[in-house]
């Protein structure tokens, strides 16, 4: 199922009875699930509900202890990794402090020696451009930018491999209102545009019900419930309806003089 209008060059994404434990513990606990190529597919649930560690094993930084994941219909493992361009943005960005802007973005191409490095230098100019950045901050360091604009270059960086399935974890993570906002809109442009399969865990409610095709709500390691934004809206299970109906607690000294 591809997103209406659309002409995928993502990749389908499937996963059987996926288990994983940590520590002893079992974290994820046989999870089942398809995203369509270019699709836009949220999986949203509180913190430590095993949102980071699903991504971790479907980009191959961890290993299952059992279950499957399917690209395109092929089982993924070492062996055929490299004929499928993934990108992960990671949750901090990822950058390097100790190269600029533009040498980030450029890292997977210089080190791979792909491009000449004046064909380098357009491809970087481009993607920071793609995620509305102007490329004269090509000079600069990660530290000297917002948290905004270092979660933009995190982008630009996984744009450079053109992934034909891009992961982003908690992409707008400490960062305020207007500024997850304005990256909830880039990710949706660029799924649009690149025709990318996008894959996104949060535990930003807005940012899921803005930007997901469908939403996959999970808890303890386990999805309670698949479906649209609509059908998840509607929702008749209870640990859902608290999760979304959730307020901010009122600050401590409000509490104790109340």
Known sequence: MNPPGTTSTGISVHVRDLKKSLGGELVLRGLNLQVAAGERFVIMGPSGSGKSVFLRQVIGLETPDSGEIRLNGEILQDANRGRFRLAMVFQSGGLLNSLTVAENVGLYLIEHRLKSLAEIDQIVREKLEAVALDPEI?????AELSGGMRKR???????????QLILYDEPTSELDPLVARTIGREIVELNERNRA???VVTHDR????????RIAFLHEGQFLEVGTPAELRATKHPLIREF???????????????
Do not use: K, Q, W, Y
């Not at 090509?138 to 990660?142: D, I, K, V």
């Not at 270059?153 to 992934?163: D, G």
């Not at 940012?207 to 095709?213: M, S, V």
């Open 153 to 163: 270059v995190a982008i630009a960086r996984a744009l450079v491999i053109e992934p």
């Open 244 to 258: 979304m109906n959730a307020e901010f607690s009122p600050p401590i000294d409000t509490v104790e003089s109340a």
């Open 197 to 199: 399969t996008t894959l």
């Open 138 to 142: 090509g000079e600069r360091l990660p």
């Open 206 to 213: 807005d940012l899921a019900f803005g930007i997901a095709h």
